[in-house]
């Protein structure tokens, strides 16, 4: 039987170290779909050319939520992310001047994963 490595990513945010491991084929497939459910309109709007694009796209994105609950979205897009050889803990690794590590390790998560799928249909 043949090796199976999943492929990571070292990301350093401030003075952390974060470990992100690459999702597999069906939990891409699964989430992709609920991440692009919540930003793809706004993303949309954020490349229009206009003066408003940032602050549309930004109230799209709220209309898009809804009452969604984003945690257990966000817990998923974290499932593979280490820190310290230890599994990231939503509740208590981006608490206070931390909490601005959370959007930024997010996009990298998600670029590591679908980037090059973005970049070949050039969304």
Not at 63 to 82: F, H, M, N, R
Request: hydrophobic fraction near 45%.
């Amino acid at each position: 039987m043949s090796e199976f490595t999943i492929p990571s990513k070292e990301v350093t945010i401030g003075d952390v170290d974060y470990r992100v491991l690459a999702f597999l084929g069906t939990k891409s497939v699964t989430l992709v779909g609920k991440v692009m459910k919540i930003v793809g309109p706004s993303i949309s709007e954020f490349f229009n050319e206009t003066e408003d694009a940032t602050t549309n796209a930004i109230k799209v994105f709220s209309q898009s939520l809804g009452d969604q609950d984003l945690a257990p979205i966000v817990k998923e897009l974290l499932a593979g992310v280490t820190k310290e050889g230890k599994a990231v803990n939503l509740d208590r690794d981006f608490i206070g001047e931390n909490f601005a590590h959370l959007p930024k390790l997010l996009v990298e998560v998600c670029m590591f994963n679908w980037g090059s799928a973005f970049r070949e249909i050039s969304i």
